[in-house]
């Protein structure tokens, strides 16, 4: 077993050096800041971020970007997603042997449009990395980190590449599955969070089970009338990075994106929501990228629209579910069917 470099001392880049670690990997975890760095070898603990977890011995926390990468085959990013082009931009100066490249963030970033994988490959040059590598699913660091079962899927062009990640994660509690769908497992974990801010807005303002259904069968069938738009393939949709996914961050109060939601729900602000919960809520971010690419692919997505306006513009969340319920009649069935004919057209 080698060394493994996580970029990412948050709670999921913490959870995925955990299975690293069970795995018989010396795992050498980044972060960008020295005294958290000190406190994670200090206590073997992340408490901020999972808290009550003892760390495995061969996880060694560092702010030495240099040290960290040095003499790895596999480098894992688990940062946010604003913060990817930095990272990269440092990470380059320090990579002196090509590696393989798997990033676990959900996001896409606004005004471009570019997936993570996008915004990698620009940053890093081509001969630096045999392939980048997505790793997305139903998962969630707190019960990653208690070895509780997860499955989750990876994906890369080069589906060999995408198997040598399968191997270096795959355990007893922790299934990896592999999908020849990059675009459609990137879009399907960073969509999918918008959706859960709209879940927990929902549950904020106290509706019950049957708005959460629809509003997550109504936000699949967006997340994959934008996907399908873009070239995914809708079946990805239909699996652990699509629904799975879906399932959980809509469900959960281990969520940051169902907890923020259910405070605006609630009527708080998004500025005073972001500053208590002290810690990235993707779907923010992708939310106003998502209602961008909707307009430029002329996709139709009312939900996220509806979103957006809380978010961006002050709506009332109230008033959103009343201009969503009220929209045009529509048939269940033309949003699948324009799905499918997109599919064979291209």
Same mark, same amino acid.
């Given at each position: 077993?080698g060394?493994?470099?996580?970029?990412?001392?948050?709670?999921?880049?913490?959870?995925?050096?955990?299975v690293?670690a069970d795995?018989?990997?010396?795992?050498?975890?980044?972060?960008?800041?020295?005294?958290?760095?000190?406190e994670i070898?200090?206590?073997?603990s992340?408490?901020k971020?999972?808290?009550?977890?003892?760390?495995?011995?061969?996880?060694h926390?560092?702010?030495?970007?240099?040290?960290? $990468?040095?003499?790895?085959?596999?480098?894992?990013l $688990?940062?946010?997603?604003?913060a990817?082009r930095e990272?990269?931009?440092?990470?380059?100066?320090?990579?002196?042997?090509?590696?393989?490249?798997?990033h676990?963030?959900?996001?896409?970033?606004p005004?471009?449009?570019?997936?993570?994988?996008?915004?990698?490959?620009?940053?890093?040059p081509?001969?630096?990395?045999?392939?980048? $590598?997505?790793?997305?699913?139903p998962?969630?660091a707190?019960?990653?980190?208690?070895?509780?079962?997860?499955?989750?899927? $990876?994906?890369a062009?080069?589906?060999?590449v995408?198997?040598k990640?399968?191997?270096?994660?795959?355990?007893?509690?922790f299934?990896?599955y592999?999908?020849?769908?990059?675009?459609?497992?990137? #879009?399907g974990?960073?969509l999918?969070?918008?959706?859960? #801010?709209?879940?927990?807005?929902?549950?904020?303002?106290?509706?019950?089970?049957?708005?959460?259904?629809a509003l997550i069968?109504?936000g699949?069938?967006?997340i994959?009338?934008?996907?399908?738009?873009?070239?995914?393939?809708?079946?990805?949709?239909?699996? #652990?990075?699509?629904?799975?996914?879906?399932?959980?961050?809509c469900?959960? @109060?281990?969520?940051?994106?169902w907890?923020?939601?259910?405070?605006?729900?609630?009527g708080?602000?998004?500025?005073k929501?972001?500053?208590?919960?002290?810690?990235?809520?993707e779907?923010?971010?992708?939310?106003?990228?998502?209602?961008?690419? @909707?307009?430029?692919?002329?996709?139709?997505?009312?939900?996220t629209?509806g979103?957006?306006?809380?978010?961006?513009?002050?709506?009332?969340?109230?008033?959103?579910v009343?201009?969503?319920?009220?929209?045009?009649?529509?048939?269940e069935?033309?949003?699948?069917t324009?799905? #499918?004919?997109?599919?064979?057209?291209?």
């Amino acid at each position: 077993m080698g060394k493994v470099a996580v970029l990412g001392a948050g709670s999921w880049g913490t959870a995925l050096a955990i299975v690293l670690a069970d795995n018989g990997h010396k795992v050498h975890l980044w972060s960008h800041r020295e005294d958290h760095a000190s406190e994670i070898n200090r206590t073997r603990s992340n408490e901020k971020y999972l808290k009550g977890i003892t760390l495995p011995s061969s996880i060694h926390a560092s702010s030495n970007m240099g040290s960290v $990468v040095n003499g790895v085959e596999h480098i894992i990013l $688990v940062t946010p997603t604003q913060a990817i082009r930095e990272v990269c931009k440092e990470l380059v100066s320090h990579v002196s042997e090509k590696v393989i490249i798997t990033h676990a963030s959900k996001g896409i970033e606004p005004v471009t449009y570019k997936r993570v994988s996008e915004i990698i490959s620009e940053e890093i040059p081509r001969e630096y990395y045999y392939d980048i $590598v997505v790793l997305s699913g139903p998962s969630h660091a707190e019960e990653v980190s208690l070895k509780h079962p997860t499955t989750v899927t $990876v994906s890369a062009e080069d589906l060999t590449v995408a198997e040598k990640v399968q191997d270096l994660f795959i355990n007893e509690q922790f299934r990896v599955y592999t999908s020849p769908d990059l675009v459609g497992v990137e #879009l399907g974990g960073s969509l999918k969070n918008i959706i859960a #801010l709209g879940a927990g807005i929902s549950d904020g303002l106290g509706f019950g089970d049957n708005a959460k259904a629809a509003l997550i069968t109504r936000g699949l069938a967006e997340i994959a009338r934008l996907g399908t738009s873009m070239g995914a393939n809708p079946l990805t949709f239909s699996g #652990l990075t699509g629904i799975g996914d879906l399932i959980v961050t809509c469900t959960s @109060s281990h969520s940051r994106n169902w907890r923020a939601g259910y405070k605006l729900g609630e009527g708080s602000k998004l500025d005073k929501v972001l500053a208590e919960m002290g810690m990235v809520v993707e779907g923010v971010r992708t939310t106003k990228a998502a209602h961008q690419l @909707s307009k430029k692919q002329h996709v139709d997505m009312p939900i996220t629209s509806g979103i957006y306006q809380i978010l961006f513009e002050g709506a009332n969340p109230r008033d959103v579910v009343t201009q969503l319920m009220t929209r045009i009649r529509r048939h269940e069935m033309e949003d699948l069917t324009n799905i #499918l004919d997109d599919q064979m057209n291209n």
